[in-house]
């Protein structure tokens, strides 16, 4: 008997998994598996969650949602809390399995469980599966890959192709003696309940019916697409931007779905400058993405002894209590929602870094804590961009959070409604 774990993280669909579709391929039977761990629900040094109450919540639903997708299969998705490692050793004695399928992860934490799950004894075998681009796909190795974006997109889009999105698996076959799971709350984590802000842009919510729906109504029923590149800097309101972020970064909806269903609204509405601007974006989080599987630990410049010791300078931009409103504004919303703009994200953390003084560290441990979309790639990518030490090193990553006031919210409607 062949019997081969899937392990969901990141990736929690069943369209376009390369995990989840190699197994179902290649395996007599196999045991879909999601573990809350420990190590992800833990604190910072300096008291804040490490996964605060939004983005779990957002979690939560995300693996509901595949729960629910599974279940309408007669599969029973089998959920833990707590140390992985023991969960699988648990599931092992339960169930006899050979290797464990997941995706190829590149950052710290996540590799060390990996390497702790590999040290207890199991078998994992890794699929790239959270990029546009397949890492296969590349036409250089990944020691030469650029180290500014324009010439890595330039390179990929010259020489580089797109694979089409996986379907999903006609048959997941499973142990008949797989039974059903339950999901932990939020205290069941630690985290306190939070209620929603009825000022957020988009009521939020996690999972791959939710990611597919955002879709249609953004690309097909409000036609929003063919503005993208004049509106993605709005501040107020669900359709200045995609607001596709949450979903990827748990895997709800894969980058490939995205763009296929860009290159489907190019043949049947419109091919412009804007469709081309999402595709961009997309190609913005594949180059964080492949830059940390380049550099290993050294992508995250986090300094060997940092100063982990609450400020009241911080406290007051974590709150949004500066006194700069434009600034104080975007914390605001942050704080109560677990979303902000990206142009907000940019005039924040320059804010805390160029104006304030800051460590950029520990403004991007906050983000990590709230953002519904966090993404570790992306996260430290960008914050690094800000701070002058990452990609395309620059001094001037300076934002004149005045003068970025009177661009975008000259008729102070941002500010007034989180003020």
Request: with cysteine; hydrophobic share 35%.
């Amino acid at each position: 008997m062949n019997r081969i774990v899937v392990w969901f993280r990141n990736d929690l669909r069943l369209s376009d998994n390369k995990a989840l579709w190699h197994a179902c391929q290649e395996a007599d039977e196999i045991i879909p598996f999601y573990c809350f761990d420990d190590r992800f629900y833990g604190q910072f040094p300096w008291g804040l969650p490490k996964t605060g109450s939004f983005r779990a919540q957002f979690i939560i639903e995300s693996v509901a949602d595949l729960h629910r997708q599974l279940a309408e299969k007669k599969v029973h998705l089998q959920i833990h809390q707590g140390n992985t490692t023991k969960a699988l050793e648990q599931l092992k004695h339960q169930f006899d399995f050979d290797t464990i399928y997941c995706a190829e992860e590149v950052s710290a934490e996540e590799l060390e469980l990996e390497q702790a799950i590999e040290a207890a004894g199991f078998r994992l075998k890794r699929f790239w599966n959270y990029s546009l681009y397949a890492k296969e796909a590349l036409p250089f190795e990944i020691e030469q890959m650029p180290d500014v974006f324009t010439p890595f997109r330039k390179k990929m889009e010259k020489y580089a192709e797109i694979e089409a999105a996986l379907p999903i698996p006609n048959t997941i076959k499973t142990p008949k003696e797989l039974g059903p799971c339950t999901l932990p709350s939020l205290e069941d984590l630690g985290l306190e309940k939070v209620a929603r802000d009825p000022r957020t842009v988009l009521n939020f919510k996690g999972g791959s019916e939710q990611a597919w729906q955002r879709l249609k109504d953004y690309f097909w029923e409000n036609d929003r697409l063919k503005d993208y590149k004049k509106t993605r800097n709005g501040m107020l309101g669900e359709g200045y931007s995609s607001k596709f972020s949450p979903c990827l970064a748990t895997g709800s909806i894969s980058p490939r779905e995205i763009y296929w269903e860009i290159k489907n609204y190019e043949a049947e509405r419109v091919k412009n400058s804007s469709t081309y601007w999402l595709y961009f974006e997309l190609m913005w989080r594949d180059f964080f993405r492949f830059t940390a599987l380049k550099e290993g630990n050294h992508f995250f410049r986090i300094p060997k002894n940092p100063t982990y010791k609450k400020l009241p300078q911080f406290e007051a931009w974590r709150l949004g209590e500066t006194g700069q409103d434009f600034v104080d504004a975007n914390m605001k919303e942050l704080l109560l929602t677990g979303f902000m703009s990206n142009r907000g994200r940019q005039n924040v953390a320059s804010y805390l870094v160029h104006d304030l003084k800051l460590p950029w560290y520990l403004g991007a441990t906050w983000f990590e804590s709230q953002l519904v979309d966090y993404d570790v790639c992306s996260n430290y990518g960008n914050w690094t961009y800000v701070a002058g030490i990452g990609h395309d090193p620059r001094p001037d990553r300076y934002f004149n959070v005045v003068g970025q006031a009177e661009r975008y919210d000259s008729d102070y409607g941002y500010r007034g409604n989180w003020l």
